[in-house]
DNA sequence: ACTAATTAGTTGACATGTCAACCAATTGGA
DNA sequence: TCCAATTGGTTGACATGTCAACTAATTAGT
């Protein structure tokens, strides 16, 4: 009925497998990509707003070890390594030795990279809303419910 | 109540921008990141799979050319010409100019190409399958199709 | 106490994706 | 007809992601 222009796939054939496989493909490839284009006026990207917001909200003075946004994220160590290898080079965070484990690096946001998040995170939330605007209330509801519990379930 | 370790999100307290937006990302890359590792197996990955499975199912014959499989799957010229560089050293696509236009080049499945690709078939929609057989028939058939008017309704 | 195993982080090699700048071929207008 | 705009593809520079191999520090077991 409805060609999406994409993997050839069409809506209503009963191939939920397909459907659901490839459509989560796509709607997140849009999605990115809008986030992106949004981030890039701040010189931020997807990966490094994560880690900002990672650090500062739920790390706090304290800070948080790179294993453990790694961690939360989902991201490899050695692809942290490198994200902050980049971020502290910004200025955006900062690096020390935790006390009494020396293998151990606590990550903090710094002042630029608070005022950097601070900035850019209206428009984040924003551009988050309007994405998922596009769908009326009833289905966000059901549609976010049934990701978190997909998630769960391939745990 | 249900804390999901990634990106501080918790389920079920009415925000559903938020859930759906990480939700998305979550399911995204943990099915993203099995099926990478079912396809290593035949030295293949997601992308060079999309390509190989749209050149031969919707191209059959004729071939396609870059910029039409480019479209098909949402990928960037520049990124398709490097993609099918190496599948190209991998012999398993053949590129030819189009009669008429010298611009454009065709492309086509080797039967090498043709070869991995029916080996990794059934495996391919085995895995698509077991990862969305993660939830109830219902619940598979209400988020596909969530998913596919959210595709296009953000277009 | 010493060795073995584990843990934190880094590095190299690679895959996939973007954009901007570019060439060559084709098409459209004045 | 000929010049301008468009189209198809490539290249360079970069971002983000993986894995495997490595170092250094800590912890566990005998």
Redesign the interface.
Known sequence: M?D??????E??KGK??????Y?????????FDRMSRYLDRFGLTPAKM?VL??IK??GGEQGLSQREIG????VTPSNMTRLLDKLEREKLIERSGRLGDKRVKVVRVSSKGSQALDQAWPGY?QT??S?????S?P?????????????????
């Open positions: 409805d999406l222009q994409a993997f050839g796939i809506a209503g939920y497998h397909e459907e659901a496989f459509g989560l493909l796509l709607v997140y490839t849009v999605i994560n917001m990672v909200h739920q961690r939360r994220l989902m939330m988050m809303k994405v998922t605007d596009t769908l209330l289905e966000q509801k059901t549609v976010s419910a049934l990701l978190l519990k997909w998630f769960r379930a391939l745990n």
